[in-house]
């Protein structure tokens, strides 16, 4: 089983596709919590030169907090990151997490009914940006 869905989107840069996925994320009702540039963290850090990756949680306040209803300690797979990365050849990849996978190790029946919707809704954004 895999653990996320991906595409690869190439014509646009870097920053068009970040306010892509982000639009197509509000679109299924995701706003996106935080923002992690990768490359800038690693530059910093630890003085590494890393491609252009940006970390974006994404939340839907619906259903997370329906799973929080559900199992309290479900936080720790919140919010649902997408990845948007940058590869050598230009093309732009983004992944984005399967929670029926994240979630699978949690023993709560409840949670399949909101991870199968959250995942519907994850999958609708990835084919969107095809």
Do not use: W
């Amino acid at each position: 089983m895999s653990y996320y869905f991906n595409t690869t989107l190439n014509g646009i840069s870097f920053e068009e596709a970040l306010d892509l996925v982000t639009s197509e994320l509000k679109k299924e009702g995701f706003g996106v919590l935080t923002e992690i540039d990768v490359q800038a963290t690693l530059k910093k850090k630890i003085d590494v030169d890393f491609k252009k990756y940006r970390i974006l949680g994404a939340c839907n306040p619906h259903f997370a907090h329906q799973a929080l209803v559900s199992e309290d300690k479900i936080g720790v797979f919140l919010p649902c990151n997408v990845i948007v990365e940058e590869h050598d050849n230009g093309d732009i990849e983004v992944s984005a997490v399967d929670p029926i996978a994240s979630m699978s190790s949690v023993k709560n029946e409840s949670l399949g009914p909101i991870a199968g919707e959250v995942q519907k809704k994850m999958k609708q954004v990835i084919e969107n940006l095809k």
